[in-house]
């Protein structure tokens, strides 16, 4: 079977391994076989991709498997109780190693698709749900203004999410046109084309003098946008960092969020017991619409393609969709895209 194998900065290969062997249950109970059938690209791949990992060089070539996590397929095989055979997840491999056309995974770490959804949208119940992890420690959002700095893919989904809580005011932010031009649809009230640290007055043109209650950083790793947050947040308001930084940033205003009383909140990794449920559940139930989201498709077999589209946004890549062989033919992307 083929695996992925990142060979040097930006250069992955598909490469021929041993199809991998389900565990004795006496030996390591719980464990799957999983068959990803799609999967899409995420921030949080590039780095792998890139080379430049929280500021720190990856040495080449990468372990095989890098870097794929979000995806979904059938269970294969099974030495536990949780899944039969058959039964089609949402799959989270452990440390992003996923970029295979079948491999071992603890039953814990799937999610039954809701029937529902397509394959594209349940697949999204992956970073979605990493969104409503991190809403679901703000307080209550109706009647409030707020500031989403970054509107890629993350970015537009706090958009949308915010926007069925009750926000009153959602002001997208992004340095880039392309990706500004689905926030509106996305949920934001309000678009400013530019960086965060130039956009203070206007933001407080759009909030008649004042700043928003809470900002939201969506951007992370090399382009991390803390400081644009603190310089946009109002005295005594709330920062959630979503964004994943550097082990060390420097140059941070420590001091003058301190002098505003902001609270800084972060976030990351989702619970598979309730939040990826619920995410699933809002795709669902129609209460967000993430499929203006998807605007590039793959197979694999033109894995580095779909990379070098993901990594520099190419005709405003937004989430980019990888088809493996074994996914379930017969479904149309124009019908997905509504098109």
């Not at 099974?78 to 190693?97: D, E, F, H, M, Y």
């Not at 749900?129 to 970054?150: C, E, S, W, Y």
Request: glycine share 10%; net charge neutral.
């Amino acid at each position: 079977m083929r695996a992925g194998k990142l060979v040097s900065r930006r250069q992955i290969e598909l490469v021929e391994i041993q199809e991998p062997q389900l565990p004795s249950a006496n030996l390591s109970s719980g464990q799957i076989i999983f068959q990803p059938e799609m999967t899409c690209l995420c921030g949080s791949d590039l780095p792998f991709f890139d080379g430049d990992f929280e500021g720190h060089p990856i040495e080449y070539p990468q372990p095989v498997g890098m870097s794929l996590h979000e995806m979904v397929g059938t269970v294969i095989d099974t030495n536990g109780k949780r899944w039969k055979p058959g039964s089609r997840v949402l799959a989270v491999p452990i440390g992003q190693n996923g970029l295979f056309e079948r491999f071992v995974l603890p039953e814990e770490r799937v999610v039954a698709l809701d029937p529902r959804l397509s394959d594209e949208m349940a697949m999204l119940a992956q970073p979605f749900g990493t969104v409503v992890h991190a809403l679901k420690k703000l307080p209550n959002m109706i009647d409030r203004d707020v500031v989403v700095l970054g509107q890629g893919p993350i970015g537009q989904m706090f958009n949308t999410g915010l926007r069925n809580m009750g926000a009153r005011r959602i002001i997208g932010i992004d340095p880039l046109v392309a990706r500004l031009k689905i926030s509106h649809t996305m949920g934001a009230t309000n678009t400013i084309c530019g960086k965060g640290m130039d956009a203070g007055e206007q933001v407080r043109e759009i909030l008649t003098g004042e700043l928003p209650e809470i900002v939201i950083e969506a951007v992370g790793h090399q382009a991390q946008a803390l400081n644009d947050a603190i310089e946009l947040t109002r005295p005594f308001g709330q920062i959630l960092y979503f964004g994943v930084p550097a082990h060390t940033i420097d140059g941070v205003k420590l001091r003058a969020a301190l002098f505003k009383n902001l609270v800084i909140t972060t976030s990351i990794h989702p619970d598979f017991e309730r939040t990826f449920p619920l995410a699933m559940q809002w795709i669902a139930e129609g209460r967000v619409n993430l499929k203006p989201l998807i605007t590039h498709r793959f197979p694999l077999s033109q894995i580095q393609q779909a990379f070098d589209t993901f990594r520099d946004r190419i005709d405003g890549a937004q989430k980019v969709l990888v088809e493996f062989p074994s996914w379930k033919q017969g479904k149309s992307f124009h019908d997905e895209r509504g098109t």
